[in-house]
């Protein structure tokens, strides 16, 4: 269960409230800039059991698959 805040066009945040990630947090900022739209992103996931992330990826690895996937999704948006 998840509880969304959102300020349209401006913020969008996630509260999970419940469930085995309950006390997780994302947060999606959207700024404008002259080649589009820049999306910031700030997860703090709380995972348990078998949701955890495990050692062999490391943060810096997660960190950029998620932006290939991020960059990916932009590329298909604009077409």
Known sequence: ???HVATPSVLHEVY???GKSRGSYIRQEFIE???G????VDANLKLTG???IPKLLNSAKLSKHYSCLIDYLGKVCED
């Not at 739209?37 to 910031?40: E, M």
């Open 37 to 40: 739209t820049k999306i910031l």
């Open 1 to 3: 269960m998840a509880k």
């Open 50 to 52: 078998n949701m955890r």
């Open 16 to 18: 999970v409230i419940g």
């Open 33 to 35: 800039i002259p080649e």
